[in-house]
């Protein structure tokens, strides 16, 4: 594999001072280890090898307990065998998926630390002391980093390497904060105790950006180390799909930022609704030789209507996600939930409401003063158009109040007789 170091480095050297004295950490179990390795396995009888045997030589090399565990999806091309074969656990997986076997072989790992890596050849697990020197230093999560490390030709086709990859994870920073240069990368270990916090539940690809988005929500400690990335062992085509998983990753990232999937679109949606309203309100406005008119009014008065929808999802969406526990609990929505009472929605509505019935009484007085036929359209739209917004804005403003109240009811289960 590319990038391996012909040397030992000084971290390995220290740990190798050590073996015959094999550390276990503490308030573990008795048959505890200090590392598991947790192979994902369907049908990788062509390259599995290479891995468990540079697995348990890295082991080997910094001197502590450990193993490997090849997490199976379900193989019938020998890999189970295989892996028995070379010393390696077995962990039969019946869920499919690349998410689900390596959450089994999570729990099924007894390490103080895990590390994952993909069983097609393209990982270095020689790498192993890089990872562990960062935990033992603190850190909850450690990242890959193939872009620091070095990608070998042929390893990484140019859409992923240059477009995709960098283009995901940089949305990945903007979205979660995370101090990850390559979020794709599937070499990465972690500290056991946390996999509580995380409460991983992808079954598929995404659990990969799942662990890190979660790692930077929870505010677990990421550090990032670099690593190699070869071109896989095996002769049949991949399972990563380009446009399928990027799409997925990308609906990941959405789904678990209600701010950027909600809220932000839906405050530029109203301030830019509010500018053009309060421009075009008194009367037409020429720009550059256009004239904005009512036509003009009536679409910054959608923009706010679905603006104001946007914001209010944001807050919804946020508070039943840390009711489900897939989201942290944030001390803003927190103090939003008890700022904003279903009383207060109920006035702030009704308020609205009432301008909007003001104002639509207005338009119809106006109607009248002209025998219910002639109308300056214009000018009765000026007000019409601010009567619907105001309308809708204020169903909206009720219909929120009532399902945010229902959303803090708690559920609690019939106590036993």
Not at 7 to 30: N, W
Not at 47 to 61: E, F, G, R, T
Not at 159 to 170: C, E, K, T
Request: charged fraction near 15%; aromatic fraction near 8%; hydrophobic fraction near 45%.
């Amino acid at each position: 594999m590319i990038g391996a170091p012909a040397t030992m480095d000084t971290y390995t050297e220290a740990r190798l001072s050590q073996a015959g004295r094999p550390r276990a950490a503490a308030g573990q179990q008795p048959d505890a280890c200090e590392v598991s390795v947790v192979i994902p396995c369907l049908n990788e009888a062509e390259s599995l090898a290479p891995c468990v045997q540079v697995a348990q030589a890295a082991i080997a090399k910094l001197g502590i307990e450990g193993e490997v565990i090849v997490a199976d999806n379900g193989s019938t091309d020998g890999s189970v065998e295989l892996a028995q074969s070379l010393g390696a656990r077995v962990a039969h997986v019946r869920a499919r998926g690349y998410g689900s076997a390596l959450q089994g072989g999570f729990a099924a790992a007894r390490g103080k630390y895990i590390l994952m890596g993909d069983a097609d050849g393209s990982y270095d697990f020689g790498h192993l002391g890089r990872f562990v020197e960062r935990l033992d230093a603190g850190a909850q999560l450690v990242m890959g980093n193939r872009f620091a490390g070095g990608i070998a030709p042929g390893a990484m086709p140019p859409l992923h390497r240059y477009f995709g990859n960098p283009g995901l994870s940089w949305i990945g920073r903007l979205f979660f904060r995370a101090p990850v240069g390559d979020f794709y990368c599937g070499l990465r270990a972690f500290r056991r105790d946390v996999l509580p916090t995380l409460n991983l539940q992808s079954p598929g690809m995404e659990l990969g950006v799942e662990m890190v988005a979660k790692a930077a929500l929870y505010g677990l400690r990421v550090s990032e180390v670099p690593t190699t990335l070869s071109p896989d062992l095996r002769s049949r085509p991949p399972h990563l799909r380009t446009w399928r998983d990027g799409w997925r990753t990308l609906r990941f990232f959405l789904l678990y930022s209600p701010r950027w999937l909600f809220f932000y679109p839906g405050l530029i949606l109203i301030l830019l609704g509010l500018v053009l309203s309060i421009a075009v309100l008194p009367g037409p406005l020429n720009v550059i030789g256009a004239r904005l008119d009512v036509h003009t009014l009536l679409y910054a008065g959608a923009a706010i209507v679905v603006g104001f929808q946007g914001v209010v999802f944001s807050v919804l969406a946020r508070v039943y996600a840390e009711s489900e526990g897939f989201l942290p609990e944030s001390s803003m929505v927190d103090h939003a939930r008890r700022s904003l009472s279903l009383e207060l929605g109920l006035g702030v509505g009704g308020v609205l409401l009432l301008a909007g019935v003001v104002l639509s009484v207005i338009t119809f007085v106006r109607w009248d003063q002209s025998s219910f036929r002639h109308l300056d359209y214009a000018g009765t739209m000026r007000v019409a158009i601010p009567a619907a917004v105001a309308l809708m804005l204020g169903v909206q403003t009720i219909l929120s109040s009532f399902f945010l109240s229902l959303l803090g009811i708690k559920h609690n289960p019939p106590a036993e007789g």
